[in-house]
């Protein structure tokens, strides 16, 4: 088996070094660029994860985040000096799959790594579309593909297969978080869900514990589903206590 081809995008050499280092003694295969674009430049169909700053000379690493999975979907993983809650989440919610503050521990930085890859595994071709881990999908989901969701939650239809649902009509177009949380809502209409909970369903096994994430992938989703029908919010809050789907009548 080859071995992993990770991207370095750091402009700091020392930690850069540093990483080359703890990576190359656990058999990874590591390319170092010290620039945004000299990173996106090397970015190509061979690279199995991106380990990018978020501070570098020539750009935000939030916009290299977005251009990277505009190209294909992989997995990234910031290596950054901010450790503020909001540029996680933020970091988070624009795709990236974890966070590792500066400065770090080589061996929970490998460990990361490894957890981010073998999460991947078994997925779709990065080249193709993005296809949920069977571990986003709530195991108990009685919906065929294809299917009308059962009475009680007009306007949704999920193809489990494609890993796509409409509303109202119209398909929609979800990140993999948020179709997890929606196959989530989806499978248990009315029944009130916890922040917990649906990080469990809709997150990787070893994803960070931000519940403050699932707060901003549900406005996410609120828009999505806003922007079919105006006049309707399908997602309902019960503070304190979770998410549910609305039952209508």
């Known amino acids: 088996m080859d071995a992993p081809r990770i991207l370095l995008i ?120 993005v296809v949920p881990s069977a571990a986003v999908l709530p195991e108990t989901n009685p919906v065929k593909s294809s299917e009308a969701i059962p009475a009680g939650v007009c306007g949704f239809r999920l193809d489990a297969e494609k890993a796509r649902v409409e509303y109202r009509g119209r398909e929609l177009d979800l990140t993999r978080t948020e179709y997890g949380l929606l196959c989530a809502l989806l499978d248990k209409p009315g029944r009130v869900l916890s922040r917990a909970r649906l990080m469990e369903l809709a997150w990787d096994e070893d994803s960070p514990s931000l519940e403050r994430t699932v707060d901003v992938h549900v406005k996410s989703l609120r828009a999505k589903l806003r922007a079919v029908d105006p006049g309707q919010d399908p997602i309902g809050t019960r503070r304190g206590l979770g998410y549910c789907l609305r039952e209508e009548p």
């Open 10 to 129: 750091e402009d700091e050499p020392a930690i850069a070094d540093a990483v080359l280092y703890a990576l190359g003694r656990e058999g990874f295969s590591v390319e170092w660029k010290a620039t945004l674009r000299e990173g996106l430049d090397a970015f190509d169909e061979r690279t199995d994860l991106v380990l990018l700053d978020v501070g570098l000379p020539d750009g935000s690493g939030f916009d290299g985040c977005r251009e990277i999975l505009r190209r294909r979907d992989v997995p990234v993983v910031f290596l950054t000096a901010r450790a503020e809650e909001i540029d996680r989440v933020v970091g988070l919610e624009i795709g990236a799959d974890d966070y590792v503050v500066k400065p770090f521990s080589p061996r929970e930085l490998v460990a990361r790594l490894r957890a981010r890859l073998r999460a991947r595994a078994g997925r779709a071709d990065p080249a193709g579309p």
